[in-house]
């Protein structure tokens, strides 16, 4: 089956810590995206990425960090920097960025905890 | 600048039509979508409209676009308790070749039995 798969399905970061949340998709993708989505509000554009090896930063990039070294993979870091990270991890797909074929397709979400 | 707006709540009895609204400010928008998303998961794409279209049709699904008014509208024939989830609605601007969608912020919609 095709689609996109995140893990973990929770996660749980301490004080000073970088945590990585993960972002596989198979539909053979040239973009990927990752929104954060907080209690009550709409999504927000994080990083977003148009091609292997190349990014942009989103909205609400501060904080953050992300790579994408492989065409299928799409990985989050949010770092230490991040004061406020209790939310809802979406990452998301579209078959290319903009041009028309930009319907984005959406992974199951992590959410992450502060301890 | 960019904005979608829709109504925070919605409640319908089991069996009637449900209606969620959506307002967008760009008139440059070619694509509109209506996602929706269940309780601690991803959103599901339900069906998009391309921007020279007034209505599409899709089982119990049907989407208006008033271009004139900027104004989306979903409906949900036969409303079952399965469809009680939040429902975003999107907007996109192929034509200038960017891939960023605008979220509104998500009508949470209540079937009640």
């Known amino acids: 089956d095709g689609g996109i798969t995140q893990s973990p399905k929770y996660l749980f970061r301490k004080e000073g810590q970088n945590v990585t949340l993960s972002c596989e998709q198979n539909?053979?993708?040239?973009?990927m995206y990752w929104y954060r989505q907080d209690p009550g509000q709409g999504l927000r554009l994080i990083y977003y990425?148009?091609?292997?090896?190349?990014?942009q930063k989103g909205d609400i990039a501060e904080g953050y960090s992300v790579s994408r070294e492989k065409k299928e993979s799409f990985p989050l870091t949010v770092t230490s920097a991040q004061k406020n990270p209790t939310a809802f991890y979406l990452c998301?797909?579209?078959?290319?960025?903009?041009?028309?074929?930009?319907?984005?397709?959406f992974g199951p979400g992590t959410r992450l905890l502060v301890l | 600048g960019e904005d979608v707006e829709q109504s925070l709540f919605l409640s319908v009895r089991e069996g009637d039509s449900s209606v969620i609204n959506c307002t967008y400010t760009?008139?440059?928008?070619?694509?509109l979508y209506w996602y929706k998303q269940e309780p601690g998961a991803g959103l599901q794409l339900l069906t998009y409209?391309?921007?020279?279209?007034d209505m599409k049709q899709d089982q119990r699904l049907t989407v208006l676009l008033n271009k004139k008014d900027k104004h989306l509208s979903l409906r949900i024939a036969d409303t079952q308790t399965g469809d009680s989830a939040i429902y975003f609605c999107?907007?996109?601007?192929?034509?200038?070749?960017?891939?960023?969608?605008?979220f509104g912020q998500g009508t949470t919609l209540q079937v009640k039995p």
């Open positions: 409209i391309f921007s020279n279209m």
């Open positions: 760009d008139s440059s928008s070619t694509y």
């Open positions: 539909l053979n993708h040239d973009a």
């Open positions: 999107a907007e996109s601007h192929g034509s200038s070749n960017t891939g960023k969608l605008i």
């Open positions: 998301a797909s579209s078959i290319s960025y903009g041009g028309g074929r930009e319907t984005q397709y």
């Open positions: 990425s148009q091609i292997v090896n190349d990014f």
